[in-house]
């Protein structure tokens, strides 16, 4: 029987991923990814390398996921708050991504970061839209884009980085965070 490489990587990933956002890039253990996975521990050095190169392709892999997911076209550009709400969902979905978000921060710190270019170059993309829906009069130029973008990065996933603070300071939760959300950044849209 032949090997499933692709598979069997994903199976890896998919395991590590639940791993890391659980315990960080320091506490996470390899062998529990292999058994989660149900793969030898070897495959992850064959694949991966160490656990920090496991984190980063982690990290490459969640972000690459989020952008497909709810891509920045001309389109949401003018309709930002429409964007910060499928942002949002997207975070509902997948709560992990914001927790390895974190680790990230944590563990490194002002250090490099994982596929900085690769990521540099995604949101020089966003922005550049940004700009376009601004130039073209369907978005506000209030704001710098890199204002925008990152007000709608950190209002839409602020929610599940701190959901203690959204239970005592909304009273609700989540419950009604999205249409809050949706709202918030109309305002700042214009």
Known sequence: MAWNTERTRQLLLDA???EFAEHGPEAARLDRVAAAAGVNKERIYQYFGNKEQLFAAVLTSALEKLAEAVPLDEHLAGDLPEYAGRVYDYHR???QFIRLLHWEGLHRGDGPVVAGEQRGAHYAEKLATLAAAQKAGTLTSDFAPRELLYAVIALAG???ATPQLAQ???AEGTENARDTLVR????LAG
């Open 168 to 170: 005592m300071i909304m």
């Open 93 to 95: 979905e997948h709560p």
């Open 158 to 160: 602020w929610w599940y």
């Open 16 to 18: 590590a991923v639940r």
């Open 184 to 187: 918030l950044v109309a305002k």
